[in-house]
């Protein structure tokens, strides 16, 4: 049972444009979403977080959008930079869990020059 | 700050015997620690959760006695893989958070292959 979904496996985007990662989710007990970064045999790195309080969180060029009722999350890059390409991964924590999170299946972003 | 770190970064070793990857939180204490493994192209899948000073939490399908967790202090956490196999070849990850905090840090991760 996959209760946190990233549905596209891969993007591509140009230099400067937007990046839109997309994440959905099932269980209406989560009650906090991360982003997280991820290179090649490293660990995740952590990049932004929201509250199901919220429905908007924005720091520098990262902003994450929370849709509450849709389930849905998503993570907007911009302008994008070729550093950015990497897998990033949607996570979400239960309420109840004592901070067990619940990880999507990666997104691979490549922005090219 | 928050800075998670692991060791060794990578290991090779022969079926039959037991490895242990040690994780440390550098720079905070670290009330829970979390443990994950990795298959390439797929998701951090969660082993166990450690909290210090009491028996860790596995997920279901993880073999406790395999592996074996110990989270001695808030700021180290022990992840032992005895009799290791070829298929626990994997790379593993830790990672901690602060009390009241619900960012978890994570490791730079151990590659463990079992030949």
């Known amino acids: 049972d996959q209760q946190v979904k990233q549905n596209s496996p891969s993007l591509s985007v140009q230099e400067g444009r937007i990046s839109i990662l997309n994440c959905d989710y099932t269980n209406s007990m989560f009650d906090y979403f991360l982003w997280y970064k991820k290179y090649p045999a490293e660990g995740p790195t952590f990049l932004i977080s929201i509250s199901s309080i919220k429905d908007k969180n924005e720091d520098g060029r990262f902003t994450v959008f929370l849709n509450k009722s849709a389930k849905h999350l998503s993570l907007h890059i911009v302008p994008s930079q070729p550093g950015d390409s990497a897998v990033y991964f949607c996570?979400?924590?239960?309420?109840?869990?004592?901070?067990?999170?619940?990880f999507g299946q990666g997104t691979i972003l490549t922005v090219h020059p | 700050g928050a800075v998670v770190s692991q060791h060794p970064s990578w290991v090779i070793c022969k079926s039959g015997t037991s490895v242990k990857i040690e994780c440390r939180s550098l720079?905070?204490?670290?009330?829970?620690m979390f443990w994950y493994r990795q298959f390439p192209k797929q998701s951090l899948m969660l082993m166990a959760t450690?909290?210090?000073?009491?028996?860790?939490?596995?997920e279901q399908g993880v073999e406790k006695d395999k592996f074996l967790i110990n989270h001695a202090s808030l700021t180290l956490s022990t992840l032992t893989v005895t009799s290791a196999h070829p298929e626990d070849s994997s790379f593993y990850i830790c990672?901690?958070?602060?009390?009241?905090?619900?960012?978890?840090?994570f490791g730079p991760g151990t590659r463990l292959t079992v030949t």
């Open positions: 990672s901690a958070n602060q009390g009241g905090h619900y960012e978890q840090y």
């Open positions: 450690s909290n210090e000073g009491s028996k860790a939490t596995y």
């Open positions: 720079d905070f204490q670290a009330t829970t």
């Open positions: 996570a979400a924590r239960h309420g109840t869990s004592y901070g067990k999170l619940t």
